[in-house]
Antibody
Framework: QLQLQESGPGLVMPSETLSLTCVVS??????????WNWIRQSPGKGLEWIGY???????HYNPSLKSRVTISIDRSKNQFSLKLNSVSAADTAVYYC?????????????WGQGILVTVSS | DIQMTQSPSSLSASVGDRVTITCRSS??????LNWYQQKLGKAPGLLIY???SLQSGVPSRFSGGGSGTNFSLTISSLQPEDFATYYC?????????FGRGTRLEI
């Protein structure tokens, strides 16, 4: 049973960098046909896709966040990470990592439980 | 970006009812449309992918339809565990986008 688990600080100061990690267990990230995504959810914006990484040479970001986002992968540790810099209160949200499969279209078939990140001084 | 519009935003129903939720995209997305169910405090879970394919393990009372710009999710006979929020999601072109959700309540 594939599981994803987010971890990182729940409180980030304004203008600082938000850093989260998603550990994948019960399956290998090296299996083909999947990308690894970050999605966030806030009352104001609903569900917002942040970006995905397929492998180190294939990374795609939401243009609305592209200037502030970095997603990276460490296949040796079976995990991937999110960095969002220059955060503000608008970045307060529950952050999810999710696996996307590319069979019969693209869909998020496994999600982490989510982690609430609050941006506040 | 492709905008996804769900209706209604909330819906009151009873156990045993048949309910339909609709989702409209701002441009054609073929059948690249997925539906998710989210319960309070939990992550969304995949119900339907490619507009009408039932995700493994999802009860057959859930069904999806549509193509192009108009899509629907139908629950044939509501069960107590179906009261949740439902989201559509387009995977036709990035940035992937979601509808604002339909809250299904008693």
């Amino acid at each position: 049973q594939l599981q994803l688990q987010e971890s990182g600080p729940g409180l980030v100061m304004p203008s600082e960098t938000l850093s989260l990690t998603c550990v994948v267990s019960g399956g290998s990230m090296s299996s083909g046909g999947y990308s690894w995504n970050w999605i966030r959810q806030s009352p104001g914006k609903g569900l917002e896709w942040i970006g995905y990484i397929y492998h180190s040479a294939s990374i795609h970001y939401n243009p609305s966040l592209k200037s502030r986002v970095t997603i990276s992968i460490d296949r040796s540790k079976n995990q991937f990470s999110l960095k969002l810099n220059s955060v503000s209160a608008a970045d307060t949200a529950v952050y999810y990592c999710a696996r996307e499969r590319d069979t019969s279209g693209y869909s998020f078939d496994h999600w982490g439980q989510g982690i609430l990140v609050t941006v506040s001084s | 970006d492709i905008q996804m519009t769900q209706s209604p935003s909330s819906l009151s129903a009873s156990v045993g009812d048949r309910v339909t939720i609709t989702c409209r995209s701002s441009q054609t997305i073929s059948n690249y449309l997925n539906w998710y169910q989210q319960k309070l405090g939990k992550a969304p879970g995949l119900l339907i992918y490619a507009a009408s394919s039932l995700q493994s393990g999802v009860p057959s009372r859930f069904s999806g339809g549509g193509s192009g710009t108009n899509f629907s999710l139908t629950i044939s006979s509501l069960q107590p565990e179906d009261f949740a929020t439902y989201y559509c999601h387009q995977s036709y072109s990035t940035p992937w986008t979601f509808g604002r959700g339909t809250r299904l309540e008693i």
